[in-house]
Nanobody
Framework: QVQLVESGGGLVQAGGSLRLSCAASGRANSRYAMAWFRQAPGKEREFVGTISWSGGITSYADSVKGRFTISRDNAKNTLYLQMNSLKPEDTAVYYC?????????????????WGQGTQVTVSS
């Protein structure tokens, strides 16, 4: 089992920045890819970005590429999402997820563990 707890969400004006964190616990000594997804009101959950266990491989949705950066600190068991140049359309609940293995993927079904989510609201 892996427990995930997100933090860092909030209200920010368009053009601003936020950094989300996701603290992981459990499943010691296991190596797994992680990702961020988001879900806006009335919309399906969508992929934001993913990162391999080592951090050497990252991938992003086109909508956030160049603005968002995913990173991880395995010593601290923490995943991050740095969000810059935020837009109102980035408003959503953001979820971190841990995969069953170390291969990063944008497919939500490949992620076995999910956090409770943190709200990000971008005002225009």
């Amino acid at each position: 089992q892996v427990q995930l707890v997100e933090s860092g969400g909030g209200l920010v004006q368009a053009g601003g920045s936020l950094r989300l964190s996701c603290a992981a616990s459990g499943r010691a000594n296991s190596r797994y890819a992680m990702a961020w997804f988001r879900q806006a009101p009335g919309k399906e959950r969508e992929f934001v970005g993913t990162i391999s266990w080592s951090g050497g491989i990252t991938s992003y949705a086109d909508s956030v590429k160049g603005r968002f950066t995913i990173s991880r600190d395995n010593a601290k068991n923490t995943l991050y999402l740095q969000m810059n140049s935020l837009k109102p359309e980035d408003t959503a609940v953001y979820y971190c997820a841990a995969a069953r293995d170390r291969i990063p993927t944008m497919i939500s079904a490949e992620y076995a563990y999910w956090g409770q989510g943190t709200q990000v609201t971008v005002s225009s």
